[in-house]
């Protein structure tokens, strides 16, 4: 009989997975959650997309994957086994309450001339969410991002940024490269696995960084 693998999830679980992406994005957000089983911790995702196509680009992810994905809403509780998307007309960022974390939308002025942006994302994930998260940076053109996953590392986040010849354009991941925000660069086919095997180290061993 083949063993079964350890679960991801633990008792009373804090962690959560954060995802940014840009021009090529829809489909490599497409695969990584593709990788991700039922039982993932809250994965929250900024997509930089116009508004009237983010509902409709949730409802997609949700037909294609084990996990429920829907477009986020202010105030929400972030669940297990769920992905929330950014809506394009404001921020997503994270917040931590009575020891659970919520979505929380802004329509604050665009930043890297992004509504919503990544580095938002990523800056209020290292802020409320520290070692207990998983970023991922994701094909994009620009900078968008890079400086978020940076915080997100002196956190203590674990950090990941798809590698070059995976990429639809090398911007976003690569900016993230040169300054050292990566714990680890691999291509797109193997992240989803590698977010699943790093959750599943820390399922009893506390941050996920390391």
């Given at each position: 009989?083949?063993?079964?693998?350890?679960?991801?999830?633990?008792?009373?679980?804090?962690?959560?997975?954060?995802?940014?992406?840009?021009?090529?994005?829809?489909?490599?957000?497409?695969?990584?959650?593709?990788?991700?089983?039922?039982?993932?911790?809250?994965?929250?995702?900024?997509?930089?997309?116009?508004?009237?196509?983010?509902?409709?680009?949730?409802?997609?992810?949700?037909?294609?994957?084990?996990?429920?994905?829907?477009?986020?809403?202010?105030?929400?509780?972030?669940?297990?086994?769920?992905?929330?998307?950014?809506?394009?007309?404001?921020?997503?960022?994270?917040?931590?309450?009575?020891?659970?974390?919520?979505c929380e939308l802004s329509r604050a002025e665009p930043i890297n001339r992004h509504r919503p942006a990544v580095d938002a994302l990523f800056h209020s994930a290292a802020r409320n969410v520290g070692a207990r998260a998983i970023g991922v940076?994701?094909?994009?053109?620009?900078?968008?991002?890079?400086?978020?996953?940076?915080?997100?590392?002196?956190?203590?986040?674990?950090?990941?940024?798809?590698?070059?010849?995976?990429?639809?354009?090398?911007?976003?991941?690569?900016?993230?490269?040169?300054?050292?925000?990566?714990?680890?660069?691999?291509?797109?086919?193997?992240?989803?696995?590698?977010?699943?095997?790093?959750?599943?180290?820390?399922?009893?061993?506390?941050?996920?960084?390391?």
């Open positions: 009989m083949t063993p079964r693998p350890p679960p991801i999830q633990r008792p009373q679980d804090d962690r959560l997975v954060l995802i940014g992406a840009s021009t090529g994005g829809t489909e490599a957000i497409k695969e990584v959650l593709a990788d991700l089983p039922v039982d993932i911790p809250g994965v929250v995702i900024v997509q930089h997309m116009p508004e009237m196509f983010t509902a409709s680009f949730a409802r997609r992810l949700d037909a294609q994957c084990a996990l429920h994905v829907k477009e986020a809403e202010d105030g929400e509780k972030v669940e297990a086994g769920c992905a929330y998307v950014a809506p394009g007309h404001s921020h997503l960022l994270v917040r931590r309450r009575n020891g659970a974390y919520y940076i994701l094909t994009g053109m620009g900078k968008d991002g890079a400086e978020g996953l940076l915080a997100m590392k002196a956190a203590g986040a674990y950090t990941v940024a798809q590698d070059q010849h995976s990429s639809v354009v090398w911007g976003m991941p690569r900016e993230a490269v040169a300054i050292g925000a990566a714990h680890a660069v691999i291509p797109l086919r193997e992240i989803g696995a590698h977010i699943v095997e790093k959750l599943r180290q820390s399922a009893t061993a506390g941050p996920v960084a390391g």
